[in-house]
């Protein structure tokens, strides 16, 4: 083969490969775009069915349906980080890709024991990282509205679920990965734990 030809050869491969090479970039922007928008969407639908809800007359005495795995549970907003989602029942992937999840076997908002949430470090619970001793957090779900005051922050391990236990009085706990900004299945995860605040006093 001369040297024209393989040279020749050579470039042709070479436009092959930028061509594959920027048909994948963006067919995974695309992807990352869907999945952006689903979410989007997901969170704009259900907070807007929540609103709905929250203002539906309902005749005295009638009790509440039971949260179901996959429905929504209310919405967790922490104003100072300018934070709000939309929480649903249940922690699979699936669940932490569109929403914050309620772990299942945690308390209710209301009750007493321990309301645990959770969701993904690199999305909805990302302002987490700034998050201080005395922030306010508000749940509001179809039974009332809820307030929390942040009492505690720390780092354990994955398998450290004694801070999902049930707890005297009416106790959140979030949480999510840690660090932060970790490459990869993050080692740790970050809690925090905030106590209800008694009507009245917010």
Known sequence: MSAVAVREWRRLILTWGQGAFFACAALSLGYCGLVLADVWNFQRQQDRGLELQLHEERPAGVRLPPVVTGGIMG????????????VIEGDDQRTLRRAAGHVPGTSLPGQP??????GHRDTFFRPLRNIQ????????TLGGEYHYRVVSTSVVSPDNVAVLEPTG???????????????????????????????GST
């Open 75 to 86: 919405r967790l907003e922490i104003p100072r980080l300018n934070l709000s989602v939309i």
């Open 113 to 118: 024991g321990n309301v645990g949430i959770t």
């Open 133 to 140: 001793r005395n922030d306010l957090i508000t749940l509001t």
């Open 169 to 199: 009085g009416e106790i959140l706990t979030l949480v999510t990965c840690h660090p932060f900004y970790y490459v990869g299945p993050a080692p740790n995860r970050f809690i925090v734990r905030a106590a209800r605040v008694p009507e």
